[in-house]
């Protein structure tokens, strides 16, 4: 796939790096490496991050973001030097971070930066690597890697990193509510063996669209942070809202909006409502 890499007058270089939701997250059972075995389906968002790509002596990265570090552990240098190994290509570019999806968000943020940065220099380094590969070797990387590479609708299978883009529905819109609090992914899969459901609190799949909203990792987020099922709860009971469920393992909560529906006016009343300091944001989404 030849992804959009924009040439600015300056001779750099822009790739859009889009956030992902889970539009459902079935976990089947934990496996004996530790990961657990899902059935996912992502959607990108026409929202994410940008890179900006220049030439440059050395390989550097830099971050919009102070709070991101950017030395070796970063996941776009670590994806950018198993890129150096796996094709020779010298990699001698200044990647500039435009940070706009927030972390620990379940929105893929790093992960989408690190595919992005693969799929561009796939193609300024002219090393001709398959989706495939690419594919694998961003997978190593983390379980929602390898979705970026493709961009597209898709059920992931294995730990995530085996993906199959399939067709999608059509465009609806959705309000994402993100409070400032991080969920950790690691955290949420630990304890989704023994997690109970909270009273009260509707777990199971909702038909929107003609599709089954569902997120297994509620059960175990949602113990541990309450407020995250006091959203969605409050959620379901405005108006506008035709679904609500967590994006991946938090802390995002997302409203699948009715036709018409005025998604702003509800994030303002969530914050007013809710949590003043929440992230909130309209967009659209194909179910
Ligand atoms: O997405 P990522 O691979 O970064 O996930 C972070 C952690 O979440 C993993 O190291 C693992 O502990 C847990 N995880 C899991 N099963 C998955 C995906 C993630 O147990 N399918």
Redesign the pocket.
């Known amino acids: 796939m030849k992804v959009e890499l924009n040439q600015l007058a300056d001779g750099s270089y822009h790739i859009f790096a889009p956030a992902k939701i889970n539009l459902s997250l079935r976990?089947l059972r934990?496996?004996d490496d530790?990961?657990?075995?899902?059935e996912t389906v992502m959607a990108p968002l026409a929202f994410g991050d940008r890179l900006k790509i220049s030439p440059a002596d050395s390989y550097q990265l830099e971050c919009s973001d102070p709070t991101v570090p950017t030395g070796e552990d970063n996941l776009v240098t670590m994806a950018v030097r198993a890129f150096q190994q796996k094709t020779g290509a010298p990699c001698n570019w200044r990647i500039q971070l435009e940070k706009q999806t927030p972390h620990g968000a379940g929105l893929g943020g790093g992960?989408s930066d690190a595919a992005s940065a693969v799929l561009a220099l796939n193609q300024l380094e002219n090393t001709q690597l398959s989706e495939g590969e690419m594919a694998e070797l961003v997978g190593q990387?983390?379980?929602?890697?390898s979705f970026f590479i493709y961009r597209s609708h898709a059920l992931c299978r294995?730990?995530?990193e085996q993906v199959e883009p399939v067709a999608a529905g059509q465009p609806v819109a959705v309000l994402l509510l993100k409070p400032n609090f991080p969920v950790s992914?690691?955290d949420?899969?630990?304890r989704?063996q023994g997690s109970r459901e909270l009273d009260g609190v509707p777990y199971g799949a909702q038909s929107f669209g003609g599709y089954q909203l569902v997120n297994d990792l509620e059960r175990p987020v949602f113990e541990k942070h309450l407020f995250l099922a006091q959203v969605k709860l409050w959620l379901l009971e405005q108006d506008e809202v035709g679904a609500a469920m967590m994006s991946g393992?938090g802390s995002t909560m997302l409203a699948f909006l009715h036709d018409g529906a005025d998604g702003e006016a509800l994030a303002k009343r969530a914050c007013e409502q809710l949590d003043p300091y929440m992230w909130s944001l309209v967009t659209e989404v194909v179910v």
């Open positions: 976990i934990k496996r530790g990961f657990h075995e899902l992960s990387f983390g379980s929602d890697t294995g730990r995530g992914t690691p949420a899969y630990k989704w393992s």
